[in-house]
């Protein structure tokens, strides 16, 4: 189950305030090096919002949370049509929503380079029992991957983690399952990291809001590796409760869905 499909809103309680923007906003943008563009994965108007943030930006690199750095490796220097990349990727059993709400972001900096920070489903199964740093190919320590979390931030993480899991999960599995969520902020943070050394930036990074969190996600991991400025930027559905642990922050009506959890009860 990809986070973000399930109950979202209980990932990150948050709320409108003094940097709540309006889709206008994201045709001008702060500048910085790395911006984390975030979404709730199957809402089709937070892409619409990410494709015209990635167009006003015009990034010399993609990183895609959706991509592993193989399938990135896939795509040639011309970008082709939507079907012959959603095939070239093997979309339709990546697990991941419509292509068809990807591709204009790609199709909006077509020049620029593409990066995958995926994590494949072996090696996260695998780090689910040998933990995060023995599965991330940099320096663990260097992301923060060697160090624990204080209990209240673990516990803060483990009960996120139960409510989007729809509170399925054996309590024994939620420390892992946070220790995914930790290995996914690295991969995420490394990317962008090896995308502006290689480019010379900007860097936008694809990802869920989740990811975008500037107290414990990919971007804390990235402050703890280089000085590069970063823009966080959330999407949430529906009005919040609290402030946004994010720079700048997008409210929109909630995507249509079946409920995730109703084949469970």
Do not use: K
Not at 25 to 31: G, I, M, Q, S
Not at 202 to 217: A, K, L, N
């Amino acid at each position: 189950m990809r986070l973000g499909l399930v109950p979202v809103l209980a990932l990150m309680a948050t709320a409108v305030g003094a940097d709540a923007i309006d889709p206008q906003a994201l045709d001008d943008l702060p500048r910085a090096d790395v911006v984390f563009l975030g979404e709730v994965h199957d809402n089709p108007q937070h892409h619409v919002h990410q494709t015209r943030a990635t167009h006003a930006i015009a990034p010399a690199a993609l990183v895609f949370e959706m991509l592993t750095p193989d399938q990135a490796a896939r795509i040639p220097p011309e970008l082709p049509p939507e079907d012959e990349l959603a095939e070239l990727l093997e979309w339709d059993s990546s697990g991941w929503p419509d292509f068809a709400m990807y591709y204009p972001i790609f199709a909006a900096a077509s020049d620029a380079r593409i990066f995958g920070a995926g994590l494949p489903r072996e090696q996260a199964r695998a780090a689910m029992t040998d933990g995060a740093a023995a599965h991330f190919p940099d320096d663990p320590a260097r992301f923060g991957l060697d160090r624990a979390l204080d209990a209240d931030e673990q516990a803060r993480r483990e009960s996120l983690q139960d409510d989007a899991h729809c509170n399925a999960l054996p309590a024994e599995m939620l420390p892992a399952m946070v220790d995914i969520q930790r290995l996914r902020d690295a991969l995420l943070a490394e990317a962008a990291l090896r995308a502006h050394a290689e480019t010379g930036g900007p860097v936008v990074v694809i990802t869920g809001t989740g990811h975008t969190r500037t107290d414990w996600g990919a971007p804390a991991a990235l402050a703890l590796a280089s000085d590069l400025h970063t823009l966080s930027i959330g999407q949430y559905e529906g009005e919040p409760d609290s402030t946004p642990p994010n720079d700048l922050w997008l409210v929109t009506e909630a995507h249509l869905r079946t409920d995730p959890c109703a084949a469970l009860e």
